[in-house]
């Protein structure tokens, strides 16, 4: 991911002061080391019209995994878990903000020992960000950028040229210009408005986010038209960190951005901007969680799966209620395997906790004999993470072959999108959603899943039930051999 920052300049104003500004010399290229990797400065040109910086971030997944999983306690990497390093994301916008305060340190303060009077002298400047993701769209780009003076170029970027019904990614090509700002005003505006922009997870690891937002917001923050939807999300995404409990700061850091962790966000930003309530409900996920359980115990089920466990919030939850005997977690990612073993501190648990709980590896869209047996199972917004075509092959694993006696179903509903503060319109909620269904659609799914393997079906609002749209979240709890009894009802 990279960034390039331009100037113009005259005989008497060479735009190569550019790199007094930057504290960097424009005849060298430079690499800086931080714990994510490299960042590298160069200039591609550097004369006295046209003078152009570029930060190049280059992010080292393996670095981050290997020092997420604990360097220096010895021992191989885990192959397993290095093979799924692929899959992370690398545009994260919010590690080049901390690349650019940290390489571009005294020019964001506005410092230049060499050349006093430079910093607060205005120049045109110019910056491109080929791949910005966006989280709001090219609008709201605009919308938080125009304001402080940008002339602001957004378009959109194909989320992937082979699969158009896709749509737009959330990411776009963004320019900047404008003549009146300096340097330091400029940098001080990415440093916080590209980790708003950022849906991806932070990499925020400080205590003091607050003092640093009010620090680089300073001068342009407070009169800020957006200043509440900026504030909202910077500070929920630091409040989404901080409450996690501290050994889980390195699993963050490892996270990829996940739903639950985007929809936390969100529910807390629509909190805060849309009501102004001072109280945050609480997140859809955790909502989600309380009616599971809650369905769980009215099942009277005792040894229950949770397929698609992704990081193991859920089978935590179920870990502290004893009337659960067993409970077994399953995904097909070694990588969210290895953090949900991390999170349950499975290597560091008692004898009798640990016979409680398995995670195992596995794909739902085969037939699986080790799930047979069971009481319950749960598929907690896992059915939308599987292309269509896949879904009656997962429907077989589970209601035809594995047969728990009750079964959960969750997953988005499409029609609550537009309340989400965030969303760009036809947008789903996560990157990874091969599809998001209506309430009709859902429900039409859930009665023919159940009429075809003997089960009844109830349904359930989890969050909000709004009186236009619905819930956020719905959910199907199937019951084995009570079909005639739910056909009554
Ligand atoms: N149940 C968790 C995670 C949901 S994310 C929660 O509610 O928060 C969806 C999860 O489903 C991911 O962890 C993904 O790895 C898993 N998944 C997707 N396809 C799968 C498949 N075919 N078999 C097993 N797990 C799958």
């Given at each position: 991911?990279?960034?390039?920052?331009?100037?113009?300049?005259?005989?008497?104003?060479?735009?190569?002061?550019?790199?007094?500004?930057?504290?960097?010399?424009?005849?060298?290229?430079?690499?800086?080391?931080?714990?994510?990797?490299?960042?590298?400065?160069?200039?591609?040109?550097?004369?006295?019209?046209?003078?152009?910086?570029?930060?190049?971030?280059?992010?080292?997944?393996?670095?981050?995994?290997?020092?997420?999983?604990?360097?220096?306690?010895?021992?191989?990497?885990?192959?397993?878990?290095?093979?799924?390093?692929?899959?992370?994301?690398?545009?994260?916008?919010?590690?080049?903000?901390?690349?650019?305060?940290?390489?571009?340190?005294?020019?964001?303060?506005?410092?230049?020992?060499?050349?006093?009077?430079?910093?607060?002298?205005?120049?045109?400047l110019r910056i491109?960000?080929?791949?910005?993701?966006?989280?709001?769209?090219?609008?709201?780009v605009r919308r938080l950028f125009e304001p402080l003076g940008w002339t602001v170029t957004a378009?959109?970027?194909?989320?992937?040229?082979?699969?158009?019904?896709?749509?737009?990614?959330?990411?776009?090509?963004l320019v900047l210009e404008a003549d009146t700002l300096?340097?330091?005003e400029a940098?001080?505006h990415l440093?916080?408005l590209?980790?708003?922009?950022?849906?991806?997870?932070?990499?925020?690891?400080?205590?003091?986010?607050?003092?640093?937002?009010?620090?680089?917001?300073?001068?342009w923050?407070?009169?800020?038209?957006?200043?509440?939807?900026?504030?909202?999300?910077?500070?929920?995404?630091?409040?989404?960190?901080?409450?996690?409990?501290?050994?889980?700061?390195?699993?963050?850091?490892?996270?990829?951005?996940?739903?639950?962790?985007?929809?936390?966000?969100?529910?807390?930003?629509?909190?805060?901007?849309?009501?102004?309530?001072?109280?945050?409900?609480?997140?859809?996920?955790?909502?989600?969680?309380?009616?599971?359980?809650?369905?769980?115990?009215?099942?009277?089920?005792?040894?229950?799966?949770?397929?698609?466990?992704?990081?193991?919030?859920?089978?935590?939850?179920?870990?502290?209620?004893?009337?659960?005997?067993?409970?077994?977690?399953?995904?097909?990612?070694?990588?969210?395997?290895?953090?949900?073993?991390?999170?349950?501190?499975?290597?560091?648990?008692?004898?009798?906790?640990?016979?409680?709980?398995?995670?195992?590896?596995?794909?739902?869209?085969?037939?699986?004999?080790?799930?047979?047996?069971?009481?319950?199972?749960?598929?907690?917004?896992?059915?939308?993470?599987?292309?269509?075509?896949?879904?009656?092959?997962?429907?077989?694993?589970?209601?035809?072959?594995?047969?728990?006696?009750?079964?959960?179903?969750?997953?988005?509903?499409?029609?609550?999108?537009?309340?989400?503060?965030?969303?760009?319109?036809?947008?789903?909620?996560?990157?990874?959603?091969?599809?998001?269904?209506?309430?009709?659609?859902?429900?039409?799914?859930?009665?023919?899943?159940?009429?075809?393997?003997?089960?009844?079906?109830?349904?359930?609002?989890?969050?909000?039930?709004?009186?236009?749209?619905?819930?956020?979240?719905?959910?199907?709890?199937?019951?084995?051999?009570?079909?005639?009894?739910?056909?009554?009802?």
């Amino acid at each position: 991911m990279f960034l390039t920052i331009s100037t113009t300049g005259a005989p008497e104003r060479p735009a190569t002061d550019l790199g007094f500004l930057l504290h960097k010399h424009p005849e060298k290229a430079q690499a800086f080391s931080t714990s994510y990797g490299t960042a590298h400065v160069l200039y591609p040109e550097a004369d006295a019209e046209r003078c152009t910086a570029a930060l190049l971030l280059e992010v080292d997944a393996v670095a981050l995994v290997r020092r997420g999983k604990g360097k220096g306690r010895g021992g191989a990497p885990d192959a397993a878990l290095a093979q799924y390093v692929n899959d992370r994301p690398y545009a994260a916008s919010s590690l080049l903000a901390v690349a650019l305060s940290g390489v571009f340190s005294s020019a964001m303060r506005g410092v230049c020992n060499a050349r006093p009077e430079l910093p607060a002298q205005p120049r045109p400047l110019r910056i491109e960000v080929p791949a910005l993701p966006a989280r709001g769209g090219p609008d709201l780009v605009r919308r938080l950028f125009e304001p402080l003076g940008w002339t602001v170029t957004a378009e959109p970027v194909a989320l992937d040229a082979e699969f158009p019904e896709w749509g737009d990614s959330r990411y776009v090509r963004l320019v900047l210009e404008a003549d009146t700002l300096t340097l330091a005003e400029a940098l001080r505006h990415l440093y916080v408005l590209l980790p708003v922009l950022d849906d991806a997870k932070h990499y925020w690891v400080a205590s003091d986010e607050v003092d640093k937002l009010l620090r680089a917001g300073e001068g342009w923050l407070p009169a800020h038209p957006e200043q509440k939807l900026i504030a909202g999300r910077y500070l929920s995404r630091r409040w989404s960190l901080t409450r996690q409990a501290m050994e889980r700061l390195e699993l963050v850091r490892l996270a990829e951005a996940d739903d639950t962790d985007v929809e936390e966000i969100d529910n807390a930003v629509a909190a805060e901007t849309e009501d102004g309530a001072e109280e945050k409900p609480a997140p859809l996920a955790v909502q989600r969680r309380e009616a599971i359980v809650a369905a769980l115990r009215a099942s009277g089920a005792a040894r229950v799966l949770d397929l698609g466990c992704g990081q193991g919030q859920l089978v935590q939850e179920l870990l502290r209620d004893p009337s659960f005997t067993e409970i077994v977690g399953v995904d097909v990612s070694m990588r969210a395997l290895a953090i949900a073993s991390r999170r349950l501190r499975l290597d560091r648990m008692g004898e009798r906790q640990a016979a409680r709980v398995q995670l195992l590896q596995g794909s739902l869209a085969y037939t699986d004999h080790r799930l047979e047996g069971y009481d319950a199972a749960v598929l907690s917004e896992v059915i939308e993470h599987l292309d269509l075509p896949r879904l009656p092959a997962l429907e077989y694993a589970v209601f035809g072959a594995a047969r728990p006696r009750t079964v959960l179903v969750t997953t988005p509903n499409v029609e609550y999108n537009v309340r989400w503060e965030s969303l760009p319109a036809g947008h789903v909620r996560h990157g990874d959603h091969r599809f998001e269904w209506t309430r009709e659609e859902f429900r039409a799914w859930a009665r023919k899943v159940a009429e075809r393997h003997g089960y009844g079906v109830e349904f359930v609002p989890v969050g909000p039930d709004d009186p236009e749209v619905g819930p956020p979240t719905q959910m199907a709890v199937f019951r084995a051999g009570t079909a005639k009894e739910a056909k009554a009802a």
